[in-house]
């Protein structure tokens, strides 16, 4: 962790890194970058992650979706083309707040290897900012060509270590954990320096990690700043209690601007959240995804697993191992005899260990029941992303010290030692490849490959620093990381391939709207609605969609079911010439070679009038009640309040579209009699109803939809989305500008009139 000046000392005299060290430095981390993410460099069909990951099936679509939306002149508030609808600007993993991200919305079309450029950018980002922040740390005494050799080293170490190269097919994580270093850079020049600078500094990093919208990596962001802090806090609070208190001062004002920063994106996420899967995880499903104790030898080698999804044979779910380099752990391990403010360093990377073997120890259980908010985290083996941290943390330091110490003396050993180590290398690359590697049980060709490629590179290593410049081990351990990582997640499928849109899409796409689509292909994504903007009753798996929906959308039975036809599934998208499963699906279009569709004739209409109600008094009940044998969508509607009815429908009732829009619509009723005007439409606070102009309540209707009680009579109905926390929260971050602004413009006119009222004073009287 950093070193805090102490109060009195007399500054250590640093020798500045000269500019063009650097720039050979972030020159070699971005050629790095590029050489480990070589398919975007390649001609078609080579592309990242094989299969495209979540940045295909989801962020793709999603982002897309916010560009089409924001290039149309609105804001998207509400996607109406996954679930049968859903909130997006609460959608934290929406990015719609992230400046990156908003740039793309001035493409005419946003293509899929945007994202990949995305990937780039960020991992590069990640470790431009972890060399920064050693460049800071690292002892003033050293030499600068030393300093700037080390901070690279721990660069290379944290951008390629096991988050960033499992994670290239999740886009959110990458963009968040990038911003780990930079945050801790900005929190230690807060600590040296102090002023308000750093302290805005440190709140715009983190504001930018929050809106770039993955919670579990934001939260590691925080966990590295409380240690940081607590560090700089502890030496400060021992000889200088007044600057801590300042310290802490400036810490919470920083939380401050980031809370008003980021209020557009927090205030209707925290709306979302008890409404979401995410809300409430059962201790299974937190624990899932954890780190076994034996796969922490992946600390040394992830070949002992088998690299790469295809070639994983552990019997545990594929995580991530927390491997950052075998030269990585050697330098770390280096660093741990040095004095100064390892144990920081050391409590910090052990912590995240400890987390990340999750069900196997009791911590994360405590930790699951008593730490507010950590039972809606999942995949717990994550937590290695501070553990890798502090390893290239270390790595840096300890890689800097043995620089200091190598002496020219031992260059003349360079021919023996490099021939030493060819020789040792080439017997363990013989010993493996001598192996009946065929006919051998996996584990045990795994860790012969473990064996000789680790023992390979740590003999290589071991002769660097006496045989090489400075520069020597950061080209090895470059070489090394992206020998074993470069060709893991590449793949000669185009991703995008599931979303284009062919004969039965373009079919459907001329279609009258509204109605909604249900895939049951392969030969489509599962968010393919959203790129071709046609309504969908699901999409891909997301923890942070409508629980209640999720719930009555698993528990429909068979498609054509009463429960499944209220979702107005009205075409059924099946693999070709695979008919679908019920009599009441008739095929309709079949000159797509991939697909076939199908109309569901049983579908219900998106709207309906029904005068017969169910009143139960919670979700459970209401559930119970949709899920009834005798429970009919097209005559009764459960509801858990408003105003009871029980009558049969009058002849010459009338119910049809005025206008359809996602966000707002406009529907007429008629009716001799009271009724229930019911939506299949997902119920959600932001929505707001008005009768004939005046406002209407939103009853919660058949456990997860909506519906509003229409007196006798003719009425216009119109449902807009108009959630309160949208411009409240924008409220807040332009007040939270607009003083940052201020104050910005204040402090050097105060200064001016300080000067003036001093020159005035000093002034001789007249």
Known sequence: MPEVPTPGSPPAVAAPIPGRMHATALALLLAATCIFLWPLFAPEPWHIPSGGGDNVSFLWPTYSFSADVIRSGSWPLWNPYLFGGAPHAADNQSSLYYPPFLLLAALPDVPYRALEWMVLLHMFSAGAGMYVLLASLLPATAQPRYRAAAACAAALAFQFSSVFDTHIGNLNIIVVASYLPWAVWCSHKLQAVGGRRWTVALALVVALAFVGNHVQMFMFIVIALIFHGAAGLFALGRSAPRKSVQLIASYLAGALITTGLTAPSLLPGLEMLPQTLRFDFSYESATEYSLPPEGLAGLLSPLLFGRGPENFWAGWDRVELGYAGVITVWLAALAVSLPRQRKWAIALGA???????????????????????????????????????????????????????????????????????????????????????????????????????????????????????WWGLPLLLAAELIGMGAWVEVGRYDPAAGYRAGPAMQWLQAQPQPFRIDIATLAWQEDTGAINKIESVAGLDNPLQLARYHTYYWAVGTRGSPQYNFLNAKYLITTKDQPAAAASFVPVFNADPLVDVYLNTGALPRIQLLYDTLHVSDGALAFAAVQAPTFDPLRTVVLEGGTPLHSTPPPGHELFYARYQPTDQVIVARSATPAYLVFSEKWFPGWRATVDGQPAEIQLANFAFRAVYIPAGEHTVTMQFVPTSTPIGIAIMLLTVALLAGAAIWQPVRQAMARRSAQRAAAPPA
């Not at 911590?363 to 553990?387: E, K």
């Not at 010290?401 to 021939?419: H, I, K, N, S």
């Not at 363990?428 to 006919?439: E, H, K, R, T």
Request: hydrophobic share 55%; aromatic share 8%; proline share 7%.
């Open 351 to 469: 912590t995240g260990l400890v987390v990340a073997l999750g069900k196997h120890t009791p911590i994360y259980y405590w930790l699951y029941t008593y730490l507010p908010g950590f039972n809606g985290m999942r995949v717990p083996a994550r937590t290695v992303l501070l553990t890798d941290y502090c390893l290239a943390l270390l790595a840096g330091i300890g890689l800097c010290d043995l620089l200091q110490r190598t002496t020219p003396a031992r260059r003349p050993q360079q021919a023996g030692e490099v021939l030493a180590v060819l020789l040792t290398g080439g017997l363990a690359a013989s010993w493996w490849l001598a192996a009946p590697v065929a006919g051998a049980v996996k584990p045990l060709a795994n860790l012969q490959l473990a064996v000789g490629v680790g023992l390979s590179t740590l003999l290589a290593a071991l002769a660097f620093p006496a045989a090489a410049r």
